[in-house]
T-cell receptor, first 112, second 116 residues
Framework: KQEVTQIPAALSVPEGENLVLNCSFT??????LQWFRQDPGKGLTSLLL?????REQTSGRLNASLDKSSGRSTLYIAASQPGDSATYLC???????????FGKGTRLHILP | DAGITQSPRHKVTETGTPVTLRCHQT?????MYWYRQDPGHGLRLIHY???????DKGEVSDGYSVSRSKTEDFLLTLESATSSQTSVYFC???????????????FGPGTRLTVL
């Protein structure tokens, strides 16, 4: 059974720092992996989706990498800003028609 | 914005009453999902639909039913609400849709349900 883990559960860093959020999954046979952001009291916003054949995806200051063999993905945030404060969730789709499986998220706080 | 709305956005109800939540999409996506989100549990799938009148259970489907009579609407019903169903409910959609094949999952704004 696929399980998705995000450690740490919470993280505080000073503004301007580059940071990495981690996501690990137990079964390397995945179809894709998606990173989301959730602001308090809001829904989830899709940030990046990486297909199983890809190694990374970039959008602005965000870069997500995928290493299926080790069961890991990282979300790199460059030059962090207070507006980046949110909970970041990783989700894995095991197969094309499978339901996606979420990690419990990392709550990020950027200190001004 | 993937053209997905939920109604109502907030609801307070009493134990034992029926409740229906509505998810509406304007993008013609094939798949629709209902999740609940609770502290300590994260997001859990309740039910999902892979087409009109085609639905299946998720990991926490007990006490919930769904219906999808047309592509754009996916209804979640609590037949007899209980306090354990107090939660935030999210609808999500994903592809494919007409003329496009997308795997990205998009979420609605959520419905905060309180069962007293």
């Amino acid at each position: 059974k696929q399980e998705v883990t995000q450690i740490p559960a919470a993280l505080s860093v000073p503004e301007g720092e580059n940071l990495v959020l981690n996501c690990s999954f137990t079964d390397s046979a995945i179809y894709n992996l998606q990173w989301f952001r959730q602001d308090p009291g809001k829904g989830l916003t899709s940030l990046l989706l990486i297909q199983s054949s890809q190694r990374e995806q970039t959008s602005g200051r965000l870069n997500a990498s995928l290493d299926k063999s080790s069961g890991r993905s990282t979300l790199y945030i460059a030059a962090s800003q207070p507006g980046d404060s949110a909970t970041y969730l990783c989700a894995v789709r095991p197969g094309r028609d499978d339901k996606i499986i979420f990690g419990k998220g990392t709550r990020l706080h950027i200190l001004p | 914005d993937a053209g997905i709305t939920q109604s109502p956005r907030h609801k307070v109800t009493e134990t034992g009453t029926p409740v229906t939540l509505r998810c509406h999409q304007t993008e013609n996506h094939r798949y629709m999902y209902w999740y609940r989100q609770d502290p300590g549990h994260g997001l859990r799938l309740i039910h999902y639909s892979y087409g009109v009148k085609d639905t299946d259970k998720g990991e926490v489907s007990d006490g919930y039913s769904v219906s999808r009579s047309k592509t754009e609407d996916f209804l979640l019903t609590l037949e007899s609400a209980t306090s354990s169903q107090t939660s935030v409910y999210f609808c999500a959609i994903s592809g494919p849709r007409t003329g496009e094949n997308t795997d990205t999952q998009y979420f609605g704004p959520g419905t905060r349900l309180t069962v007293l």
